[in-house]
């Protein structure tokens, strides 16, 4: 199987949240991270967690990691329609170098 | 300060033609990363490149596709001899050498139509 993996597609209600799963087989990254891709668009770096971190919170976001698992979600609270946008888990190491991403997670949020 | 400008956008060429894609790294940025994303795919790395250096071409298939990072100007991507398989969006990021950075910085991509 491939290193870092997600399940492709996701649909919440607006305002529930959303939990975007994702599993890797490499633990030796000092990084994980998460883009999000909008439609025709690059990616943005929406957050990352240091590989030591179990987790870490920022306004509505909430990274957590079971390194023992090799599990990394990501927690949108309160989705919004904005939120719909594909969703990149990534391990790497400082600046950007050895990227592996995952396929990406499509977040649809429904009204 | 502008961000990793990619171009152009949108790229179509015929099958055995030639394409370049150009990523111009953010100020200050010395290195380069370009990545492949296949359709309902995830981001594959091809090469990491700094001022004049291949560092890591790991991910680059062994023909047709060559990148450099001349001393100036931007970082190009050749693909020789097109073929459909090709058609994809290209990403080009960039990151500075400070310690304690963590962020590449993405361009909005390049994408490439093989016809």
């Known amino acids: 199987g491939e290193d870092v993996e997600q399940s492709l597609f996701l649909s919440v209600r607006e305002g529930d949240s959303s939990v975007i799963n994702c599993t890797y087989t490499?633990?030796?990254?000092?990084?994980l991270y998460w883009y999000k891709q909008e439609p025709g668009a690059g990616l943005q770096l929406l957050t990352y967690?240091?590989?030591?971190?179990d987790m870490k919170q920022d306004q509505r976001l909430t990274v957590l990691l079971n390194k023992k698992d090799k599990h990394l979600s990501l927690r949108i609270a309160d989705t919004q329609t904005g939120d719909s946008a594909i969703y990149f888990c990534?391990?790497?190491?400082?600046?950007?170098?050895?990227?592996?991403f995952g396929p990406g997670t499509r977040l649809s949020v429904l009204p | 300060n502008a961000g990793v400008m990619q171009n152009p956008r949108h790229l179509v060429r015929r099958r055995g033609q030639e394409a370049r894609l150009r990523c111009s790294p953010m100020k200050g940025h010395s290195h380069v990363y370009w990545y492949r994303q296949l359709p309902e795919e995830g981001l594959k790395f091809m090469v990491y490149?700094?001022?004049?250096?291949?560092?890591?071409e790991s991910g680059m298939p062994k023909e047709r596709f060559s990148a450099e990072f001349p001393k100036e100007g931007p970082s190009i991507l050749r693909i020789q001899q097109v073929v459909r398989g090709d058609s994809a969006a290209y990403f080009c990021a960039s990151s500075s050498d400070r310690e304690g950075g963590t962020e590449a910085f993405f361009g909005q991509g390049t994408r490439l139509t093989v016809v």
């Open positions: 967690i240091f590989s030591n971190m």
């Open positions: 490149l700094q001022k004049e250096n291949i560092i890591d």
């Open positions: 490499d633990s030796s990254s000092t990084y």
């Open positions: 990534a391990r790497g190491d400082n600046y950007g170098q050895n990227f592996v």
